[in-house]
């Protein structure tokens, strides 16, 4: 059993910042990367960011590309999610995820889902 717990969600004007927060517990023997999904109303799920569980490697979605930042927080079992330059089409519930194997951009790749956290980015 393996719980996640997003934070940092919020309303933003476009072009604004928001730094999205997860933190893991549970049974994390065998945890080997975590990221990000968001999903707008009536949208498919869509990978947005992932990193490898030293925070060696980062992967991201070419929409994000250059305006947002993974990592990984001093605290263990926490990443961090830094969004710059917000644009209305961000908009979405986002979703940290962990699984125990490489970092991809498959939804069914990951194990665990966190509960959501609303961002959204105003006109």
């Known amino acids: 059993q393996v719980q996640l717990v997003e934070s940092g969600g919020g309303l933003v004007q476009a072009g604004g910042s928001l730094r999205l927060s997860c933190a893991a517990s549970?049974?994390?023997?065998?945890?080997?990367?975590m990221g990000w999904f968001r999903q707008a109303p009536g949208k498919e799920r869509e990978f947005v960011a992932g990193?490898?569980?030293?925070?060696?490697?980062?992967d991201y979605a070419d929409s994000v590309k250059g305006r947002f930042t993974i990592s990984r927080a001093n605290a263990k079992n926490t990443v961090h999610l830094q969004m710059n330059t917000l644009l209305p089409e961000d908009t979405a519930v986002y979703y940290c995820?962990?699984?125990?194997?490489?970092?991809?951009?498959?939804?069914?790749?990951?194990?665990?889902w966190g509960q959501g956290t609303q961002v959204t980015v105003s006109s």
């Open positions: 995820v962990l699984n125990s194997g490489i970092v991809v951009r498959s939804p069914d790749a990951y194990d665990y």
């Open positions: 549970g049974r994390l023997f065998s945890a080997n990367a």
């Open positions: 990193i490898r569980w030293d925070g060696g490697y980062t």
